[in-house]
């Protein structure tokens, strides 16, 4: 009895200790299944931070590589120049350094495969912007970032380092190209651009257009025997050989400049390239603008249509019109708010206020559906001619240096990044047919603006553009910026990406070639070189003949804007030119005093017009404002008459004025501080003096 009882208990001992094993196994399943997807989730959050990190650090070693690749160039420059060496420029530089460079990367560098990247397969009409992924219930975003060649699939990660030093071209549009248009536009010397206004206006515009017809006629010629022989891939319209023309119709001959610059080269021949290159980069963006804007009615977008050929003109005249609008706009703003505040005496924040003023133009047209490259060039050009005035001088010289540092890093980043886009870029399509027909088209193309326009311009012209100038002309006719950046904006269809490997190389030779033989072409011309344009300038004005050959046809013109500009926009925009009081009729006194109240003049600091509106006459001056004359005598001391010369400047002393524009002369209220330089030839007729 004893041992039943005893075998009873150990059994329920037993039965108890399993059960409770049971639970305990039961209740450590229920804990792992509950703590598995937190660690799942806290190893997926570790290792996409690893990945961030690594990305990070990519990022990191592609931005140095273009500081190394910017620093080397600058040495090497420094030795170029301490050498006297111009057999190459800077740009050119540039850009060898880039393929180099892109040659180590594309061929050098491979980066081992991630065993956790997975390739699959869908069917879809259209390729996504944004793709959602459904991953065991979480839902991960996936972005478009471009089409891979199906032969590369299995090389994902060397794809992946390629596709990370190829910049978004919109990184070109809103952030490096601002600074170069508008350093072109601020930089702009305005007395010698007014002298070959007409000539200038008509290489930009109508020789732009032209040089866009040409080159794409004939592109369009060479893709039709293309489809002939069975050498095209795919589809090319004519609308596209239109927009090609217009891409590489934009000419940028920095390197020739550059050359020009340091040895002096004809002044005339340096304002007509310098002129045509600042406005027909505009042009040729809003003319492709247009091009794209280009929409029959049907279903066939490529017939030609006449109102749909009206409606894109229509497009580029207002696409222009209103850029040109919001950047004068922004301009003036600029040059009230320096005005009539007292920013100039924290020099700080009025550079800082100028620099966004002039950036904001650009993102400002660009958000408006305008042209950026128009804004922010007629910006720049209205805030050196008001704006600058303005400033304090630790503000003038600021504004001058960023903007210059600005163009010069941005130039040779862009010319760098072109180098290494040859081998980096994973579209390309180069075609030899296209190639050759492209650079035929480009040279005739240049031709047509060029000569044509210039025969037709020597007939209203006494002073000729000679034969040596057009062949120069001719000659400097690069490709460079603009023309890179139009072509890489979309690379998404086979013509785009044909059109861009064409210009890549396009814009290769003509820097190389035609950028390094220009000293050559120079010396072939027997164009001249040292000369001090404005001393030559200075005493064609004193003996009276070469510089009266200008006058006919550019005073017209120049006339009617000086005299408006002079005694009304300057009074009102800066604190140069006469008092508004002397040249508004009476019935607005107010507004002419308020206009020049106190605030206006009240500056210690004297303030420098580069477009001098005053011109010294053998130790005394005589300006008329409306009823009021001004004279000043050597001594400085000043008096006011009655009615004096009335009516607007003569020829001649229209004349004398853009000769002198660049010397300087000093405004404190109405009194005149004219500080005379020994290299001044005096005027030897006392009795003419300036009519206003």
Not at 343 to 365: I, K, N, P, V
Not at 430 to 445: E, K
Not at 646 to 671: I, K
Request: glycine letters at 6%; a negative charge.
């Amino acid at each position: 009895m004893v041992f039943k009882v005893t075998v009873n208990n150990a059994w329920r001992a037993t039965r108890t200790l399993w059960l409770l094993v049971l639970v305990s196994l039961s209740v450590c399943i229920c804990v792992c299944r509950a703590s598995s997807p937190q660690e799942d989730s806290a190893m997926e959050n570790i290792d996409t931070e690893k990945k961030a990190e690594e990305s990070h650090r990519q990022d990191s070693a592609d931005l140095l590589i273009f500081i190394m690749l910017l620093t080397l160039t600058i040495l090497t420059i420094w030795l170029f120049k301490h050498r006297r060496f111009r057999f190459l420029h800077e740009t050119g530089l540039a850009m060898i350094y880039g393929l180099l460079v892109g040659v180590v990367l594309r061929y050098g560098i491979h980066v081992p495969r991630d065993i956790s990247n997975v390739t699959m397969s869908c069917h879809v009409n259209a390729s996504p912007a944004t793709l959602l992924i459904n991953v065991s219930g979480k839902f991960y975003e996936y972005t478009l970032k471009g089409e891979i060649n199906a032969n590369a699939v299995g090389d994902v990660q060397d794809n992946e380092m390629l596709r990370k030093v190829t910049f978004d071209p919109e990184v070109f549009f809103n952030i490096l190209l601002p600074p170069i248009i508008f350093h072109a536009g601020y930089s702009l010397k305005r007395r010698h651009f007014f002298l070959n206004m007409g000539s200038i206006l008509a290489y930009a515009f109508l020789g732009t257009v032209v040089s866009c017809f040409v080159i794409g006629l004939l592109m369009y010629g060479c893709v039709v025997l293309m489809k002939q022989v069975g050498q095209l891939g795919g589809d090319f319209f004519f609308t596209d050989c239109l927009f090609f023309g217009a891409i590489v119709s934009a000419t940028d001959p920095v390197t020739v400049l550059a050359i020009f610059n340091e040895l002096q080269v004809d002044v005339d021949l340096y304002a007509l390239l310098f002129g045509e290159s600042v406005l027909n980069d505009a042009v040729a963006l809003v003319l492709s603008s247009s091009i794209v804007a280009y929409q029959p009615e049907g279903n066939n977008s490529h017939t030609f249509e006449v109102m749909a050929m009206l409606n894109s003109f229509g497009v580029f005249l207002g696409v222009f019109s209103g850029s040109f609008a919001l950047g004068v706009a922004t301009g003036v703003v600029t040059a009230l708010v320096t005005k009539f505040t007292k920013l100039r005496d924290f020099q700080l924040l009025e550079t800082a206020l100028f620099f966004l003023m002039s950036w904001s133009t650009f993102l400002l047209a660009e958000a408006c559906g305008s042209t950026g490259v128009v804004a922010v060039l007629f910006c720049g050009i209205t805030q050196a001619h008001y704006t600058y005035n303005n400033l304090s001088p630790e503000s003038q010289d600021r504004t001058k240096q960023l903007f210059e540092l600005l163009n010069f890093l941005a130039e040779n980043f862009i010319f760098s990044y072109m180098g290494l886009t040859l081998f980096t870029f994973q579209s390309h399509v180069f075609n030899p047919m296209f190639i050759v027909g492209a650079f035929l088209a480009v040279f005739l193309g240049r031709a047509a603006n060029i000569y044509p326009l210039s025969f037709l311009l020597n007939l209203g012209r006494r002073n000729k553009i000679r034969s040596n100038f057009q062949h120069m002309m001719m000659f400097a006719g690069l490709r460079g910026a603009m023309t890179f950046a139009l072509s890489i904006r979309d690379t998404a269809t086979y013509a785009r990406q044909m059109m861009f490997s064409t210009t890549l190389l396009v814009v290769f030779f003509t820097v190389w070639i035609c950028g390094g033989g220009t000293t050559q072409m120079l010396s072939c011309q027997h164009i001249r070189v040292g000369v001090d344009s404005d001393q030559d300038n200075s005493m064609s004005v004193v003996e009276g003949s070469e510089r009266r050959s200008t006058k006919q046809e550019s005073a017209w013109l120049f006339r009617i804007w000086y005299n408006f500009d002079h005694n009304y926009l300057k009074p009102i925009l800066t604190h140069s030119g006469p008092p508004l009081t002397a040249t508004l009729p009476p019935c607005c006194g107010p507004l002419a005093r308020f206009l020049t109240s106190p605030q206006a003049y009240e500056n210690e600091c004297q303030l420098k017009d580069d477009d001098s509106d005053l011109i010294l006459n053998d130790g005394d001056i005589s300006l008329t404002y409306g009823d009021i004359t001004v004279s000043t005598d050597a001594t400085g001391a000043h008096t006011s008459g009655g009615p004096g010369f009335a009516g607007a400047a003569s020829f001649d002393d229209l004349d004398r004025e853009l000769a002198y524009g660049d010397h300087e002369l000093v405004m404190r209220g109405t009194r005149l501080v004219l500080p005379m330089d020994d290299s001044e030839p005096p005027f030897t007729d006392p009795h003419n003096r300036l009519r206003m």
